[in-house]
């Protein structure tokens, strides 16, 4: 029986742990580290080290490894054994603090968008100790960082870390002004709500689409796909409850909090969301639950499915990130308070959020795009590339009451002024189910709903930290300089909910005419596409922000974008490639099958019954012969469109290029294809359907 109070974080060198097994001088001195980033002496390292090799071994462990997260999006890792030759020919186990705080592997084979070419060719990691070392598959696992020798970041890591230390910075100055000299800290905390897929691995591997792109480029809708809702919040089969289950166990022994899990609305899409925790751990909690919930599916026999569209007709897979802010001290700075003030406190952090949404739409957009989630975020499916923030009614009409200088409440016939007026408490709306925002308040936190099922987080959080950021900058800077603070806070939040309300909707986002609305009316952005977002991360007005709080170098800004658009391009071309090897291989060969039996029953009917009807098979083999004639045909030509792409000039080029040209000739072939599939024999479909796929586990 698996006693989850016993086992829980059993396999995390956690405070728990540290306490009981180093000295208190070295606790103290690495707590220092952790909570105010103090630096560490080798000392103190030598002795963390040892303790941590000691408690690694006793769990099982026999080597440790550097945990980074590189931008190919998923964690990279090196295993070094802790064995070390003995003089006596034996082996002693071995782990200095030098070990710990600093690695070398070699990032030559990194992503580094150009970075490498500028600066050097190796890189290193250093130790993140506020995120707790970890055992996974008997390797002690040390959370870092990943930079370049010219100390320019190579991971996601590094920004996300900077990013929190800039919103710690402004967020404190507001404080400051409020009167408040206790906090010394303060930490945002995100809650990443984890779409899924799951899948019978015996189908999974008949399908090389899956294989190589982790989504069917190929599939004729099935009679039934989510057009019932009878999935959502259904009751759990029982093979996806023991997958549930078992993965829930694996996560806790990480420390990790799953806490909720329940089906999604497509057929065979689940839910998993963890208790929030501040967002570097939640972070490095997200990318070990993604490569957990793949680990933990193959025991079962299945297969997890990360990608944003694994299949087309039916909903793809998000993440909600769950965003709060709070002190030190236990104060969520998004909680309407209990006395005027704090509720100016309360409304001057709501103001600079939506703020910071609207000056960084861009930003926001940017940080969650990639070629999988463009068919979510760019197609008809929630939420729409167009970014607003919701609020509900109630604070909508406080806001509203602010602007106009109208009374918020028209029993009471006084008017909204910050610091007077007691907000009335806003209960946590249970009713919120504007599932169509990609930014909605809800109640004590914002949640971003962008994100794509495989993204890490951190792009998005680095971001929307960011702009907050640069929001609470730009207040403090006035409001520091200010005669009369009360005045100038009301002066400015009314000017900042009348130059930002056009970010703000509370109606349907799926609908056509808010889309239109949002880009003619309200001048919102509007960008479908990988390739028409990212090359706005070199936007002045982004590049001068990001460097301002040094969450970014203008390097680090070229060389991701290089990379996002490579892995764009990248992704699709191998799309393509996938498609046109299914094609060749498989789908047309398997049509050629049925055909050539089709025209054997004619030629038997012929002969058996003079002049026989044949009128089925007949026109089955006219139809499948024009159609197989036309993929072959639209098959050369994606080919043929691939070999164009390579004289783009650069990277934008090409993306555009994919963009405009290769998706299009994709979809083209795609139709033909699963037309062919509805009128092809089953027996003779060379791979599962989507029938197989999505209602094949029970
Ligand atoms: P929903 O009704 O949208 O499913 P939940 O209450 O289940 O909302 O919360 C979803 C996620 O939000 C969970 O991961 C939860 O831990 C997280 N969450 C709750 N409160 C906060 C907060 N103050 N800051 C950040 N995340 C939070
Ligand atoms: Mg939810």
Same mark, same amino acid.
């Given at each position: /029986?698996?006693?989850?109070?016993?086992?829980?974080?059993?396999?995390?060198?956690?405070?728990?742990?540290?306490?009981?097994?180093?000295?208190?001088?070295?606790?103290?001195?690495?707590?220092?580290?952790?909570?105010?980033?103090?630096?560490?002496?080798?000392?103190?390292? @030598?002795?963390?080290?040892?303790?941590?090799?000691?408690?690694?071994?006793?769990?099982?462990?026999?080597?440790?490894?550097? +945990?980074?997260?590189?931008?190919?999006?998923?964690?990279?890792?090196?295993?070094?054994?802790?064995?070390?030759?003995?003089?006596?020919?034996?082996?002693?186990?071995?782990?200095?603090?030098?070990?710990?705080?600093?690695?070398?592997?070699?990032?030559?084979?990194? *992503?580094?968008?150009?970075?490498?070419?500028?600066?050097? =060719?190796?890189?290193?990691?250093?130790?993140?100790?506020?995120?707790?070392?970890?055992?996974?598959?008997?390797?002690?696992?040390?959370?870092?960082?990943?930079?370049?020798?010219?100390?320019?970041?190579?991971?996601?890591?590094?920004?996300?870390?900077?990013?929190?230390?800039?919103?710690?910075?402004?967020?404190?100055?507001?404080?400051?002004?409020?009167?408040?000299?206790?906090?010394?800290?303060?930490?945002?905390?995100?809650?990443?709500?984890?779409?899924?897929?799951?899948?019978?691995?015996?189908?999974?591997?008949?399908?090389?689409?899956?294989?190589?792109?982790?989504?069917?480029?190929?599939?004729?809708?099935?009679?039934?796909?989510?057009? /019932?809702?009878?999935?959502?919040?259904?009751?759990?089969?029982?093979?996806?409850?023991?997958? /549930?289950?078992?993965?829930?166990?694996?996560?806790?022994?990480?420390?990790?909090?799953?806490?909720?899990?329940? #089906?999604?609305?497509?057929?065979?899409?689940?839910?998993?969301?963890?208790?929030?925790?501040?967002?570097?751990?939640?972070?490095?909690?997200?990318?070990?639950?993604?490569?957990?919930?793949?680990?933990?599916?193959?025991?079962?026999?299945?297969?997890?499915?990360?990608?944003?569209? *694994?299949?087309?007709?039916?909903?793809?897979?998000?993440?909600?990130?769950?965003?709060?802010?709070?002190?030190?001290?236990?104060?969520?700075?998004?909680?309407?308070?209990?006395?005027?003030?704090?509720?100016?406190?309360?409304?001057?952090?709501?103001?600079?959020?939506?703020?910071?949404?609207?000056?960084?739409?861009?930003?926001?957009?940017?940080?969650?795009?990639?070629?999988? #989630?463009?068919?979510?975020?760019?197609?008809?499916?929630? *939420?729409?590339?167009?970014?607003?923030?919701?609020?509900?009614?109630?604070?909508?009409?406080?806001?509203?009451?602010?602007? #106009?200088?109208?009374?918020?409440?028209?029993?009471?016939?006084?008017?909204?002024?910050?610091?007077?007026?007691?907000? *009335?408490?806003?209960?946590?709306?249970?009713?919120?189910?504007?599932?169509?925002?990609?930014?909605?308040?809800?109640?004590?936190?914002?949640?971003?709903?962008?994100?794509?099922?495989? @993204?890490?987080?951190?792009?998005?959080? /680095?971001?929307?930290?960011?702009? $907050?950021?640069?929001?609470?900058?730009?207040?403090?800077?006035?409001?520091?300089?200010?005669?009369?603070?009360?005045?100038?806070?009301?002066?400015?939040?009314?000017?900042?909910?009348?130059?930002?309300?056009?970010?703000?909707?509370?109606?349907?986002?799926?609908?056509?005419? +808010?889309?239109?609305?949002?880009?003619?009316?309200?001048?919102?952005?509007?960008?479908?596409?990988?390739?028409?977002?990212?090359?706005?991360?070199?936007?002045?007005?982004?590049?001068?922000?990001?460097?301002?709080?040094?969450?970014?170098?203008?390097?680090?800004?070229?060389?991701?974008?290089?990379?996002?658009?490579?892995?764009?391009?990248?992704?699709?071309?191998?799309?393509?490639?996938?498609? =046109?090897?299914?094609?060749?291989?498989?789908?047309?060969?398997?049509?050629?099958?049925?055909?050539?039996?089709?025209?054997?029953?004619?030629?038997?009917?012929?002969?058996?019954?003079?002049?026989?009807?044949?009128?089925?098979?007949?026109?089955?083999?006219?139809?499948?012969?024009?159609? =197989?004639?036309?993929?072959?045909?639209?098959?050369?030509?994606?080919?043929?469109?691939?070999?164009?792409?390579?004289?783009?000039?650069?990277? $934008?080029?090409?993306?555009?290029?994919?963009?405009?040209?290769?998706?299009?000739?994709?979809?083209?072939?795609?139709?033909?294809?699963?037309?062919?599939?509805?009128?092809?024999?089953?027996?003779? +479909?060379?791979?599962?359907?989507?029938?197989?796929?999505?209602?094949?586990?029970?």
């Amino acid at each position: /029986m698996f006693d989850v109070k016993e086992e829980f974080g059993s396999l995390v060198f956690d405070d728990r742990v540290m306490k009981a097994v180093l000295s208190a001088k070295v606790y103290q001195s690495l707590k220092k580290t952790i909570d105010e980033g103090a630096g560490l002496d080798l000392s103190v390292a @030598n002795a963390v080290a040892e303790a941590m090799k000691e408690w690694a071994i006793s769990k099982g462990a026999t080597h440790y490894t550097h +945990w980074f997260q590189p931008l190919t999006g998923i964690t990279a890792e090196k295993h070094d054994g802790f064995i070390s030759p003995a003089p006596d020919g034996r082996v002693i186990m071995e782990f200095s603090g030098k070990e710990l705080i600093k690695g070398e592997p070699d990032a030559s084979s990194f *992503p580094s968008g150009g970075l490498r070419a500028t600066f050097e =060719a190796r890189g290193y990691t250093a130790w993140d100790p506020t995120s707790y070392a970890f055992i996974k598959d008997k390797t002690l696992c040390i959370p870092t960082a990943f930079c370049s020798y010219g100390g320019q970041a190579l991971d996601k890591k590094t920004p996300l870390l900077r990013s929190m230390e800039a919103l710690n910075r402004q967020a404190l100055r507001i404080l400051r002004l409020f009167g408040n000299d206790t906090v010394k800290c303060v930490r945002t905390s995100v809650g990443p709500e984890q779409e899924y897929f799951l899948i019978d691995r015996q189908s999974y591997e008949q399908r090389k689409d899956l294989i190589y792109t982790g989504r069917t480029l190929f599939g004729a809708k099935p009679p039934k796909g989510q057009e /019932m809702d009878d999935h959502y919040f259904g009751v759990i089969k029982p093979r996806v409850a023991a997958y /549930m289950q078992d993965l829930n166990e694996e996560l806790w022994k990480l420390g990790i909090f799953a806490k909720t899990q329940h #089906n999604e609305v497509a057929p065979a899409q689940h839910e998993l969301a963890p208790i929030y925790t501040t967002t570097n751990i939640a972070t490095d909690h997200n990318q070990l639950t993604m490569e957990i919930m793949q680990k933990v599916a193959l025991k079962h026999n299945l297969v997890c499915l990360l990608h944003e569209k *694994p299949f087309a007709g039916v909903n793809g897979s998000g993440k909600h990130n769950n965003w709060s802010l709070s002190t030190d001290t236990g104060v969520n700075l998004l909680t309407p308070g209990e006395t005027p003030y704090e509720n100016a406190q309360f409304l001057t952090f709501l103001c600079a959020v939506i703020k910071a949404v609207d000056d960084y739409q861009d930003l926001l957009r940017i940080s969650v795009a990639t070629a999988g #989630n463009d068919h979510r975020l760019g197609a008809n499916e929630a *939420p729409p590339a167009v970014v607003s923030v919701f609020l509900g009614d109630e604070l909508n009409a406080v806001l509203e009451a602010i602007e #106009n200088d109208t009374p918020y409440n028209a029993a009471e016939k006084t008017q909204m002024k910050l610091g007077v007026d007691v907000l *009335p408490k806003f209960i946590r709306d249970t009713t919120d189910r504007n599932r169509t925002s990609p930014f909605a308040f809800t109640g004590n936190k914002f949640e971003f709903r962008m994100l794509g099922s495989s @993204n890490s987080i951190a792009c998005a959080n /680095m971001m929307l930290n960011a702009a $907050v950021a640069e929001s609470l900058r730009q207040y403090a800077d006035k409001l520091e300089k200010a005669k009369d603070f009360k005045a100038e806070l009301h002066a400015m939040i009314r000017k900042t909910i009348k130059d930002h309300k056009r970010i703000i909707f509370n109606g349907n986002g799926y609908d056509e005419s +808010w889309i239109k609305e949002a880009t003619e009316k309200r001048g919102l952005l509007n960008y479908k596409t990988t390739a028409d977002c990212m090359p706005h991360l070199l936007d002045k007005k982004n590049v001068d922000m990001l460097t301002s709080h040094k969450v970014f170098t203008k390097e680090e800004l070229e060389s991701r974008c290089e990379i996002m658009l490579e892995n764009y391009c990248k992704t699709i071309v191998i799309e393509a490639n996938t498609m =046109a090897d299914m094609l060749r291989k498989q789908i047309l060969p398997a049509i050629e099958k049925y055909v050539g039996k089709l025209a054997e029953t004619v030629k038997d009917k012929k002969s058996a019954v003079a002049a026989a009807s044949c009128g089925y098979e007949s026109k089955a083999i006219v139809k499948l012969s024009a159609l =197989a004639d036309g993929m072959y045909e639209k098959t050369e030509d994606l080919e043929k469109t691939l070999i164009e792409l390579k004289s783009a000039t650069d990277i $934008v080029a090409e993306s555009a290029f994919i963009r405009d040209k290769v998706l299009e000739k994709m979809s083209a072939l795609r139709i033909l294809a699963d037309e062919a599939e509805t009128l092809c024999a089953s027996e003779y +479909w060379p791979f599962p359907t989507y029938g197989d796929l999505l209602f094949g586990v029970r």
